[in-house]
């Protein structure tokens, strides 16, 4: 493995990858062309400075993960990587001590004038009585986002005797009350808050959050913090509040051009900021690191992806799980594109039993990788993205409870031009991929290795020439599955795991026999 880090990183962050054996670290003092330097990587770490755009993944052959030491990827062109199949990840939470120390830093300094103190002390003057401030004691904290980061703010919040309301739509009322958080509409929060902090990520629907309309809402002197991002605020917004005295005062870490020029903050005595170090500690900077490092790692080793924004994040044990209905579905996959006429229009995948109560992203993504692997590189990351660009629809529905005699199945089904194809799959004892049903034909085969598909007419004597001719031709038959349309009837199928490959004289011998309708070889 090959590993960039295209930036300054701490030693511990150097450390986890130079501990594997034969793995090549370049280090940010090592590039000197960072193109040429990515060309053969596995994986690049970047902080904030390096932009990763589609021309430098381009030329990086072999680039599997983009590793974001930090939370923002503003700097990293997520859709261009998604789609050549590169994950991206980052590192959220692992600075939340050092944000939310600020956080608090910046209430209690616009709570007690700290910079204007600081500011007339240095001019030599003594301003004590206009420089009355007042307590955080019984004031309410208004939390936007109770991620990480939130929930830090909070713990440390409650210390200095606040009252903490918070509104997060993806936070479980459970984990609001344990820390003594009164759940309420963004509405309220604004309306109810005396001091409000803001701790979401950037999305459509929280840019410009913080703007003319929801400022007129909020109670007349409420103090803003924001250590988030720049983009939830309108700044000439903001700015008007603070003039108007609507806002009382506020602590900006963040901006909505970095670093800010011309800012409408400049000169306004009642705004504290700072040039976005929030997550700047060494204790923040070592952990990103680090934490970085071991899911890059973790991602090239084993597969499992933790804190990716272009893909659902699993915890290990999740991966694990997930891991053999990943290799079901992939075998399903390729297993069925070999059959259909005409162009795949969509594509439907049913989960049954417990695998439907999973995060199964990455296993409708195994099977689309299986059906479209034959017709360009396609992979568990790029896969949605390539099924979209070819216009194929993919439609899921889940079904918790028990699966019959499997744990659990996954049934996929091909629709095209011409056809539809169906088959069903479960994995047996953990980790063997099994076939157990074929458009509409129970049959119990392993999806493994060399399989012939037969269709036949349901008369004697088929089974004996199939493996009269097979053995003709020295080839062994390690597993002969059969099954009949409907019990019985006109249609047979059987599915063979072969040793080798048939060559296609040994196809073409066997669809020469009158009752064989169509023979079908797959390699898994």
């Known amino acids: 493995m090959k590993i960039v880090l295209a930036e300054k990183v701490s030693p511990a962050t150097v450390a986890v990858f130079a501990a594997e054996p034969g793995w090549d670290v ?33 030329a990086a052959e072999k680039l599997r993960v983009i590793g974001r030491a930090g939370v923002g990827v503003d700097n990293i062109d997520a859709e261009a990587a998604t789609r050549r199949g590169i994950v991206v990840m980052n590192t959220p939470g692992a600075n939340a001590v050092a944000v939310a120390e600020l956080t608090l830093g910046l209430m209690v300094a616009l709570a007690r004038q700290v910079p204007r103190a600081n500011e007339t002390m240095h001019g030599g003057k003594w301003e004590k009585k206009s420089l009355a401030g007042v307590e955080l004691k019984g004031k309410k904290l208004g939390i936007l986002g109770l991620g990480r980061i939130g929930l830090e703010v909070a713990r440390r919040a409650r210390s200095f005797g606040m009252e903490l309301v918070g509104h997060d739509p993806f936070v479980s009322a459970s984990i609001a009350r344990e820390n003594a958080i009164r759940l309420v509409s963004a509405e309220e929060l604004f309306a109810e808050a005396d001091y409000l902090t803001l701790h979401v990520g950037l999305t459509p629907q929280t840019q410009g959050i913080i703007n003319a309309t929801t400022l007129a809402t909020m109670r007349r002197g409420v103090r803003i913090v924001n250590c988030a991002r720049g983009e939830l605020v309108v700044e000439k917004d903001l700015a008007e509040a603070l003039k108007s005295g609507q806002v009382g005062g506020a602590a900006l870490d963040v901006f909505e051009k970095e670093p800010p020029k011309d800012s409408p903050f400049f000169g ?18 070592e952990a990103v690191g680090v934490q970085i490092a071991l899911q890059v790692r973790e991602y090239l080793k084993s597969g499992v992806v933790q804190n990716a924004v272009n893909l659902p994040s699993l915890t290990h044990e999740e991966f694990q799980e997930l891991a053999p209905y990943m290799t079901l579905a992939e075998r399903m996959g390729t297993f069925l594109a070999q059959f259909p006429k005409g162009t795949i229009e969509s594509i439907g995948i049913k989960y049954r039993g417990r695998v439907a109560e999973l995060k199964t992203d990455l296993v409708r993504n195994a099977a689309i990788a299986g059906v479209l692997g034959h017709l360009e590189p396609v992979n568990r990351i790029n896969a949605a993205s390539i099924a979209a660009e070819r216009g194929i629809r993919i439609h899921e529905e889940k079904k918790e409870g028990p699966a019959g005699g499997a744990g659990s199945v996954l049934q996929l089904t091909l629709h095209t031009t011409g056809a539809e194809i169906g088959a069903s799959g479960a994995v047996l004892h953990g980790e063997q991929p099994r076939l157990l049903r074929l458009d509409g034909i129970d049959i119990e085969a392993p999806l493994q290795g060399t399989l012939l598909a037969i269709r036949n007419q349901d008369v004697p004597g088929v089974i004996g020439r199939i493996g009269t001719i097979l053995g003709e031709h020295k080839i062994n038959i390690a597993n002969f ?43 898994l």
């Open 481 to 523: 599955a059969l099954g009949r349309a409907n019990g019985g009837g006109a249609t047979a199928l059987a599915v063979l795991q072969i040793d080798g490959e048939a060559g296609d004289a040994v196809i073409q011998k066997l669809r020469a026999e009158p009752a064989i309708t169509g023979v079908r070889q797959v390699t």
């Open 26 to 58: 370049l280090t940010h003092d090592q590039v000197n062309d960072l193109v040429a330097a990515v060309k053969d990587a596995d994986a690049l770490v970047v902080r904030s400075a390096v932009q990763v755009d589609d021309a430098l993944m381009g």
């Open 268 to 285: 306004l005595a009642n705004v504290i900021m700072t040039p976005h170090i929030a997550g700047s500690t060494a204790e923040a900077q």
